[in-house]
């Protein structure tokens, strides 16, 4: 069927045995502080909004959470005591790991190409059925799907991180700045949240990614799952690997045939 | 007349003793140290009414009417406004409270206002911290002419129960919900004159204009919530699980050699 399927058994062993590293330390504990925040965040934060209007949140969460808490006052309170040490600690590593981190993150992982636009074009219509036939085309590090929800994820946590400040610190906003913050907080949110479900999915039950996610603990795939999965990004790092074969290579050979003169000189 | 409250604290006012002295006003500001540019509590005038020498003059005193289906508690996002289970009263939790002011836009009577320097909302709360200790709201207490009563409607041996089945008359100034149903106001006027049913008519209600008896509207940012956010986060939450439905179902059905490539 396709090209990994002609690959001898020692080839597939090999690249299963190889590992390439996928995410660095600050990017793992980032990742799970981020999960526990928002573990913390998204339930109490649902259960705060308590309008009829709105109708959002069933009574029962409501009650449930409001009688956990003590109020709705402390729920409130833990929600945005959470919140600020959420802003403060993703701030803090997003600003000190600014230039070792972030930008190189951003640039090597979130930058979409031409491949990613007809993944785009391609996938989601082969998610409903149509288009079966067609190949994919080769993905980075990051899909293209990946990729666009992590402009979602950056967007919407810029929403949340501006308009929660200004619902807690009340004194210093005008009523209005205040109602207007409350939709953008939602929608911040629900930006984040509804592909949040297809994330999880695909990064801890869905079974052909499971190597993804226990990438999330030890930051390493193997080469077959690159291969499979993030054929650009493996052939990247094939090239970097032959290149660094080349250099090394070429300085043993500068380096023996130094010796050699040097042997020919005496 | 809808109420599940066990008690349903409300005043009775009656219209004809009240003289405009405003000690009520003075009363409320001391006990509850509201700001110099806030009042929870107005005195209407309605001005001079009739032609000479049959003239009339009639004060209508009003502050929160702890209303029995408040627009006002429906619309606060966090529920830091709420009617009291136990009491009735409709009163504001201000440590839940952001003072965005919802509320005080839903209000018809516009009885609440926000503090600008604590940034949020505050309004009459029925004077619970004097109540619970048995004593009478400070308005109640302070009125010289004996025109404000306040007290425990669903008990009838209470002051307002008796003053109201023995009143001639009695009012109250209900405001039409968006669903058509009367606010249900727990201020009963009575011996009130037949100009004063005009409040009820008409729009001249002093800082209510415009609201009174008008039905309480959806402000726009309502409207975008109910008729557009609201129905596009349905549409995407439901349009996220359906794709996922039907790519699980895919992968059951046809096993796993789709992503095998």
Same mark, same amino acid.
């Given at each position: ?13 090999s690249?299963?045995?190889k ?7 600050a990017?793992?504990l ?8 928002w ?7 649902v259960a705060?909004?308590a309008?009829?209007?709105l ?6 969460i409501?009650e449930w ?10 729920l ?9 040490v959420w802003i403060?600690i993703?701030m803090f ?11 190189p ?13 007809q993944?785009?074009m ?22 293209a799907?990946?990729?666009v ?35 953008v ?5 629900f930006m ?17 990614e ?7 603990f030890?930051?390493k795939?193997?080469?077959w799952?690159a291969k499979?999965h993030?054929a ?5 790092k094939?090239q ?19 010796s050699?003169? =040097?042997?020919?000189?005496? | 007349?809808?109420?599940?409250t066990?008690?349903?604290? =409300? ?5 004809s ?22 009042t929870?509590?107005?005195v209407h ?57 919802f ?7 516009d ?5 600008e320097?604590?940034?949020?909302v505050?309004?009459?709360n029925g ?6 200790t048995?004593m009478?709201?400070a ?14 409607f ?5 002051t ?17 919900r968006?669903?058509?149903n009367?606010?249900?106001p ?11 049913l005009?409040l009820?008519?008409t ?7 415009g609201k ?7 402000t726009l940012?309502e ?9 596009v986060?349905?549409l ?16 059951l059905?046809? =096993? ?6």
């Amino acid at each position: 069927m396709s090209a990994t399927n002609t690959l001898s058994v020692a080839e597939q062993k090999s690249l299963r045995a190889k590992m390439y590293k996928k995410h660095n330390l600050a990017n793992i504990l980032t990742h799970w502080f981020n999960v526990l925040s928002w573990l913390m965040l998204l339930p109490t934060g649902v259960a705060i909004i308590a309008s009829p209007r709105l109708g959002i949140t069933p009574l029962w969460i409501q009650e449930w959470f409001r009688n956990m808490f003590g109020g709705t006052a402390n729920l409130i309170t833990f929600h945005y005591t959470v919140g600020f040490v959420w802003i403060f600690i993703l701030m803090f590593n997003v600003f000190v790991g600014w230039r070792r981190y972030f930008i190189p993150f951003a640039a090597n992982r979130m930058i979409m190409d031409k491949d990613d636009m007809q993944w785009m074009m391609i996938k989601p219509l082969q998610m409903l059925g149509l288009r079966k036939g067609e190949p994919l085309p080769p993905q980075d590090a990051y899909n293209a799907g990946q990729k666009v929800y992590s402009y979602f994820v950056v967007l919407g946590t810029a929403g949340i991180m501006v308009s929660g400040p200004v619902m807690v610190l009340k004194e210093y906003f005008p009523p209005i700045i205040k109602q207007i913050a409350q939709p953008v907080h939602f929608l911040s949110v629900f930006m984040i949240v509804a592909w949040l479900f297809i994330h999880v999915y695909m990064g801890a039950i869905f079974p052909e990614e499971k190597e993804a996610f226990f990438s999330m603990f030890t930051g390493k795939v193997s080469a077959w799952y690159a291969k499979n999965h993030h054929a650009k990004w493996y052939w990247q790092k094939m090239q970097e690997e032959m290149d660094w074969e080349d250099e090394v290579s070429q300085k043993v050979a500068a380096e023996a045939s130094a010796s050699h003169d =040097g042997a020919a000189a005496d | 007349m809808a109420n599940d409250t066990k008690k349903r604290y =409300g005043f009775v006012i009656d219209v004809s003793r009240c003289i405009d002295c405003r000690a009520c006003m003075v009363a409320c500001s001391v006990e509850n140290t509201v700001p110099y540019n806030h009042t929870r509590i107005w005195v209407h005038d309605q001005g001079v009414q009739g032609d000479w020498p049959n003239l009339k003059r009639t004060f209508v005193p009003y502050n929160c009417m702890h209303c029995d289906n408040p627009p006002c508690t429906e619309v606060c996002v966090s529920g830091a406004t709420y009617k009291n289970k136990d009491n009735g009263l409709v009163l504001v939790d201000q440590e839940a409270c952001i003072g965005c002011g919802f509320c005080a836009e839903a209000c018809p009577y516009d009885v609440r206002y926000i503090d600008e320097q604590r940034g949020v909302v505050d309004k009459c709360n029925g004077c619970f911290q004097r109540v619970e200790t048995g004593m009478m709201p400070a308005c109640v207490q302070t009125c010289v002419g004996g025109s404000r009563l306040f007290g425990d409607f669903n008990d009838p041996e209470s002051t307002v129960s008796k003053a109201l089945s023995s009143a001639s008359s009695a009012i109250r100034l209900d405001a039409k919900r968006q669903d058509g149903n009367s606010t249900g106001p727990n201020i009963y006027y009575i011996h009130a004159p037949a100009e004063m049913l005009n409040l009820v008519t008409t729009d001249k209600f002093g800082q209510m204009e415009g609201k009174v008896p008008e039905a309480s509207e959806y402000t726009l940012s309502e409207e975008v919530w109910k008729k557009l956010i609201i129905p596009v986060i349905g549409l995407a939450t439901v349009a996220t699980f359906g794709v996922q439905a039907v790519f699980f179902t895919k992968q059951l059905v046809e =096993g796993e050699k789709e992503f095998e490539e």
